[in-house]
């Protein structure tokens, strides 16, 4: 592998790339948003929630893992992929129990400004209104697992951040959920500052007693759609 | 079409945590061996559930949850929530821009649903008379008949909910008040807006009052006597009785005007309440302690407001006051229509609060919030516009909700309301047949308690009935359904 940058294509928008980086990746740096849940900057991309899915090179693939090569030629922002993105969300919407009227999250949740992206108002799926609970016994901390999308970033926080492993999965399918080391979260090693806390996208892992104190509508998928901080690096990123 | 330039897409996600029962108003009128009414129950099933719903959540997500719960008067339950988390979070005053914050929201409530109710659902009977018919007994047809009726319930309702968006953040469902205080404060342009149109709101608030005084002298009997009983009455009141819509004492006077209740603090009123459970009704019977479910019971609301304070603090309204009470001849005014001019002054009263506030600076404070030290239990009340509302709560050692307790305007009013149909009933019902008249007189006796049931705020104006009456033994012998 050589260490020589390179050139791919988004929607027909030649990209600068550098070996290692995935698409996510070279897109990010270069100013063009694929939307993504699961990913996150700081953590290893693991490829769970395909809202990145993009065509590269004819096939559908997850572009958060995807790593990038030259001359690939990828779609991203499409009418195809956008309504196939649209209904991955709508899922989640109606796979967990989600009433973003009254969330803490709502507004700086990254599964709602995906549903504002994509102009959902309600999902056209059945609701499953699944029965889950909320585990506050942590003193800071609480996990209202009916938000839960199962995207694991706290999973990948908490071991590579925080050095601790306070999460993880069991079940398989519409079973999986959400696992605590030792139970409950008092039994966890899980403190407030903890970067498996910050990484949740949604209002699943929330800080206590500090809720609603900024205003619904000033934040931060309030003041401008989410990606809008990636598509403003395009044209500053040129050194 | 999906766009991902973010610019177009609607930012709205909408699910409901509970499908709202839309429905008929259900009476039951039952005869006795000799064919005379000898009861009537007007049955309500719509609350239901949202106390279980609040088990297990935060006590700060109270405020916001329990008003998506109980959709009718949403501001009201929002303050009343958080004005019991302000006790769970250890406060017991709130910093004084959270306070008037929160009374300028409440006033804009109330103001807007008074005016709601005025214009939109009673004013097409009291305009176009009882047994008009139904189609012709619309806000429409007022809007038509009478432009400049029209143009108040247009406005004064706006306003209203446009106080309630720049003090809550939203117009219908605010979200500003938070355990402590609010997290807002009131922003200059707004104060400026609200400024430049609350003397015009205000005096067509009293062109209003005047011509519904114009209408009580005109219908003097029949404002009198219909569906008219004596009863106790019951509402919160400030420091010296002066009227108080957003906190104080509870005073409860009898149907002479003796305090049977002052001065009780929102932590007693289990002392002094007792809530009934009857099998037929999901709504609870709530009683004096002491007094017992037949003559314990008293009615909320506008009228309840007027009775039983000493004084009103604004002046258009105190005036008003004692127009009023010069009908009682010193003791509290019985007529169940007065239901509406009581509500007429409380509308007057609130757009002076309005206005008043909007010229304190407080209002630009920026101490927000207040903490202390975490209680288990929470109990406030607040006078929506119908009524008394009380909220109690207990909160664990996690900050989840264990337990809610909920008593709302419409169900202090269950009792009366049973009475009012009742009553109707004795002196409307001939032999066994449900008439047109009897349908319309029961849907205007309902309605002068403004009972927040889905079947009673149609914002067109029309009740959904179902009137069943019954024979000694309990078998249906009619049935009549207006849609
Ligand atoms: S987590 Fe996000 S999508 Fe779910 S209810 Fe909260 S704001 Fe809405
Ligand atoms: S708790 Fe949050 S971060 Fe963890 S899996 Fe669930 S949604 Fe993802
Ligand atoms: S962001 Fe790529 S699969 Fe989730």
Redesign the interface.
Known sequence: MSSERFTFTVDGVPVEAEPGQTVVEACDAAGIYIPRLCHHPDLPPVGHCRVCTCVIDGRQTAACIMPAAKGMVVENNTPALNAERRTLIEMLFAEGNHFCQFCEASGDCELQALGYLFGMVAPSFPHLWPERPVDASHPDVYIDHNRCILCSRCVRASRTLDGKSVFGFEGRGIDMHLTVTGGHLDESALAAADKAVAACPVGCIVIKRTGYRTPYGRRRYDEAPIGSDITARRGGAKD | ????D????????????VTRVEGHGKVTIRLDAAGAVEDARFHVVEFRGFERFIQ???Y??VP??IQ?LCGICPVSHHLAAAKAMDQI?GVDRVPPTADKMRRLMHYGQVLQSNALHIFHLASPDLLFGFDAPPEKRNIIAVLERYPEIGKWAIFIRKFGQEVIKATG??KI?P??A??GGV??NLAIADRDALRARVGEIISWCTAALEHHKGYVAANRVLHESFATFPSAFMSITGEGGVMDLYDGTLRVIDAEGKALIDGASPASYRDHLIEEVRSWSYLKFPHLRGFGGDDGWYRVGPLAQINCCSAIDTPLAEAARRDFMAVGGGHPVNATLAYHWARLIVLVHCAEKIEQLLFDDDLQGTDL?AEGTRREEGIAWIEAPRGTLIHHYTVDK???VRSANLIVSTTHNNEAMNRAVKQVAQTDLSGKEITEGLLNHIEVAIRAFDPCLSCATHALGQMPLIVTLEDASGAVIAREVRQ
Not at chain 2, 1 to 4: A, F, I, L, P
Not at chain 2, 6 to 17: F, N, W
């Open positions: 079409m999906s766009s991902t973010g610019t177009t897409a609607p930012r709205k996600i909408v699910i409901d945590p297990g959540r935060m700060w997500e916001l949850v998506r979070a953040g939203r469902h979200t500003s938070i355990p997290n807002q919030r996690n900050d989840q």
